[in-house]
């Protein structure tokens, strides 16, 4: 494996990199590597046009700015749905 360094990176950057390296156990490295996986994953799936639902919905979000606590609240909520069959169908009568 080869070795990258990465110079100037933002302390805002670096913060919230190692606060999701904190919150998913792994150090900032392995962190780091996850989230450039992740990232080259989802390009080659866009490329392809095989967006999963999850993909899709960063993509559309993709400008907002979440949280981590406010994106993992997102996706549970996401979750649940899916476990309960979805939403209920309106009744428009």
């Given at each position: 494996?080869a ?24 150090c ?37 700015f ?28």
């Amino acid at each position: 494996m080869a070795d990258i360094v990465i110079r100037n990176v933002p302390e805002h950057v670096r913060a919230a990199l190692e606060a999701r390296a904190r919150q998913s156990g792994r150090c900032l490295s392995d962190e780091a590597k996850a989230l450039l996986d992740d990232v080259i994953e989802a390009g080659r799936a866009r490329q392809a046009g095989e967006l999963n639902a999850f993909d899709a919905l960063r993509e559309a979000f993709e400008g907002a700015f979440m949280t981590d606590e406010e994106h993992a609240d997102f996706m549970q909520a996401i979750e649940e749905m899916r476990r309960e069959g979805g939403r209920p169908v309106p009744d428009f009568e």
